[in-house]
Structure formats: structure tokens, C-alpha cells
């Protein structure tokens, strides 16, 4: 069985070509990077949020998954929701249900009020599941990571396989 040592990619990832990230060449723990591509987030006709300031987190075997500032949501469209999480690298997790016209997406977004050290510069930002949002990355609709509890944000040049596809539950 295969072993991440923090350097290998295991035989069975998908080498890059040109262009295109391996998920297997992102770090453990988690490393932050600012991308200024357009990110646009659309729920039921309404846009939720648009940055060119986002931040990815890069971390080994899954898909970047974009966080935007606070400035750049529309927040009077966000509640919070019950329930949190704790992430290990990250620390508690607020989660945030989106109302459009009456109607409500549950649990579509969520945010680090008061995160570790480490990522203390994503602090207030939000993330988004793109299972129940649309989004894009420069102009690039975003495929949700698979299953049913990542929040992780699938455009063209990731390559995998990546947590959450059948087969992965070890890694």
C-alpha cells in the first residue's frame, strides 16, 4: 500500500501535462496560495460573490478549494447555520446557509472566524461548495470534488485521482 512521505506522488496519480496541477504535489499540512483569477459564485440567478482576490489551500490529494474575502460576498444573503466542524490545519468551521428569494440553500458555505495561526489570513473569509453553487474560476465552471462531505473545487488543470472517488477512503 502506498505511503505519502510528504514528497512522492504514488504511481497511480495522473502526471501533469503542461498547464495542469497534481494534487499529489500539494503539501501536508496545507499551504495557503492567492490566485487573482476571476471567481464568481452564483446561486438561483443571484451572484453571492465575485473576487479577484481569492485564496486557494493546497493540500495533498485534494482539489484546491477557494476561499473569498468578506468585501468581495454578498453577506445579507448568508445566515449562519447549525452544526460545525473542526479541521485539524484550520480549526473550527461556521457553517452558512444562502437565501435568494425566499428560497434557502442549507449549509452552501462555510468560514474560519477565528482560525489557527497558519491561516490566520483567511480569517472571515467564506467557501463555497460548488455541489450547491455555481461556480466559476476564470470564467471556468467549477466541477464539485466527489463525495459527499469534501468542499474541494475541480477546474481543468487539476489532475488526481483526488479524496472523495471511489477507492480513496485510505489515504
Known amino acids: 500500500m502506498w505511503k505519502y512521505n510528504g514528497t512522492n506522488r504514488p504511481d497511480f496519480a495522473v502526471k501533469p501535462g503542461p498547464g495542469q496541477e497534481s494534487v499529489w504535489d500539494y503539501p501536508r499540512p496545507p499551504k495557503l496560495s492567492p490566485d487573482q483569477r476571476n471567481v464568481v459564485v452564483k446561486w438561483n440567478g443571484q451572484v453571492i460573490a465575485s473576487s479577484n482576490q481569492a485564496v486557494r489551500i493546497l493540500e495533498t490529494a485534494s482539489p484546491p478549494t477557494f476561499y473569498l474575502p468578506p468585501k468581495d460576498v454578498n453577506t445579507e444573503l448568508l445566515t449562519e447555520s447549525t452544526g460545525s466542524s473542526f479541521c485539524e490545519w484550520k480549526g473550527k468551521a461556521t ?67 483526488v479524496k472523495g472517488e471511489p477507492g480513496s477512503g485510505g489515504w
Open 95 to 161: 457553517y452558512w446557509d444562502i437565501t435568494v428569494a425566499r428560497d434557502i440553500n442549507k449549509v452552501a458555505a462555510w468560514s474560519y472566524d477565528n482560525p489557527t495561526p497558519a491561516f490566520s489570513s483567511i480569517a472571515g473569509y467564506y467557501s463555497f461548495y460548488p455541489a450547491r453553487v455555481n461556480c466559476t474560476v476564470g470564467g471556468e465552471t467549477v466541477k464539485p470534488q466527489p463525495g459527499n462531505f469534501y468542499g474541494g473545487w475541480m477546474t481543468p488543470e487539476i489532475v488526481g485521482p
